[in-house]
């Protein structure tokens, strides 16, 4: 696919490249300014694959010391909706007994992928475990999980770029748009 057919996929953008980038300065910002505060270990914990992008950008902004890591869950499958049954795919590397550890996700939708991590994290020793987020799609929330650090509240529609895909495509957009219709209809 050319840069021109890439194109054809977007129905509008919603956030330009310098739109994000002025966001993820803000939010590294916050993020540093908070985890100065608690002196310990930092853990930034990228989900795969949608957030690599952002996690990317985000590093770059957080004025600490950190480590990081990674890991990759579905309760999607092949499905464009949640099941609701989350599973570990690629599991953290490290242990996390006693550390913070902030989870970096490309977009909270339903919360289950979500709810099922940080509960997860913490039954394993973390100290803490907060939420950075690139995209709130709060009116498709069925559980009560909340990102500590959004980027944006969205509406409820199929997005792409900025490491959100259309069949594994489209990820390196350098902004984040809506997927036209034509290419997901139910």
Not at 38 to 43: F, G, H, Q, V
Not at 129 to 141: D, G, I, P, Q, S
């Amino acid at each position: 696919m050319s840069g021109d057919n890439l194109l054809r996929y977007v129905d509008r953008i919603l956030f330009t490249e310098e739109q994000i980038q002025a966001r993820v300065e803000e939010l590294g910002a916050a993020i540093t300014k908070d985890y100065e505060k608690e002196n310990a270990d930092l853990l930034v914990v990228g989900i795969l694959k949608g957030a690599s992008v952002f996690m990317a950008d985000l590093l770059k902004q957080i004025k600490l010391d950190v480590e990081i890591d990674f890991m990759s869950v579905s309760s999607y499958g092949s499905n464009t909706v949640s099941s609701g049954d989350v599973r570990i795919i690629k599991d953290l590397e490290q242990a996390i007994m006693g550390k913070n550890v902030l989870i970096v996700e490309d977009i909270v939708d339903t919360g289950y992928t979500l709810s099922y991590l940080v509960d997860n994290l913490l039954s394993r020793g973390a100290h803490s475990v907060k939420v950075a987020c690139m995209l709130n799609k709060a009116e498709r929330r069925v559980t009560d999980i909340q990102g500590d650090y959004v980027g944006f509240d969205i509406p409820d529609e199929y997005v792409i770029g900025y490491g959100m895909d259309f069949n594994q495509k489209l990820r390196n957009l350098p902004f984040i748009g809506t997927l036209n219709p034509i290419y997901y209809r139910d």
